[in-house]
C-alpha cells in the first residue's frame, strides 16, 4: 500500500489544521498519526481502527485533534484545533493490517510526512 500525506503548512498558535492521508490498494487497514518534533523521537498522536469504531489519542492531542476516515475514499483525516508551538512536527500517516496500535513499530506502511509549524 502507499500512504500520500497532505495538509501540512504554517498556522498561528490557536488556529486549526487538518492533515489527511489517502490509501492506495487495500481498504481495511489500521491507521494511525505519529509526529516528530526537531531534535525528538517519533512519537504516538492518534490512531483509528478500520472501521473507525475505535479511536486512541495521545493525551497531549486530547480534546484538540480528531481522528477520522472515510473508508470509501481510503482516507484518513486528522482534525488539529487550538494548535500549539509545541505541535510543530513532520506529521506521517501510517498504516496496517494488523489492530489499531499505539505503537509506531507496529506499522508496517508510512507516508513521506507532512511539516506542521506552529508560530506563537
Known amino acids: 500500500v502507499q500512504l500520500q500525506a497532505s495538509g501540512g503548512g504554517l498556522v498561528q498558535a490557536g488556529g486549526s489544521m487538518t492533515l489527511s492521508c489517502a490509501a492506495s490498494?487495500?481498504?481495511?487497514?489500521?491507521m494511525g498519526w505519529f509526529r516528530r518534533a526537531p531534535g525528538k523521537e517519533r512519537e504516538f498522536v492518534a490512531a483509528?481502527?478500520?472501521?473507525?469504531?475505535?479511536?486512541y489519542y495521545a493525551n497531549s492531542v486530547k480534546g484538540r485533534f480528531t481522528i477520522s476516515r472515510d473508508n470509501a475514499k481510503n482516507t484518513v483525516h486528522l482534525q488539529m484545533n487550538n494548535l500549539q508551538p509545541e505541535d510543530t512536527a513532520v506529521y506521517y500517516c501510517?498504516?496496517?493490517?494488523?489492530?489499531?496500535?499505539?505503537?509506531?513499530?507496529?506499522?508496517?506502511?508510512w507516508g513521506q510526512g507532512t511539516q506542521v509549524t506552529v508560530s506563537s
Open positions: 490498494g487495500r481498504s481495511w487497514y489500521a
Open positions: 483509528t481502527s478500520r472501521g473507525g469504531a475505535s479511536t
Open positions: 501510517a498504516a496496517d493490517t494488523g489492530p489499531v496500535n499505539t505503537d509506531p513499530g507496529r506499522y508496517h506502511h
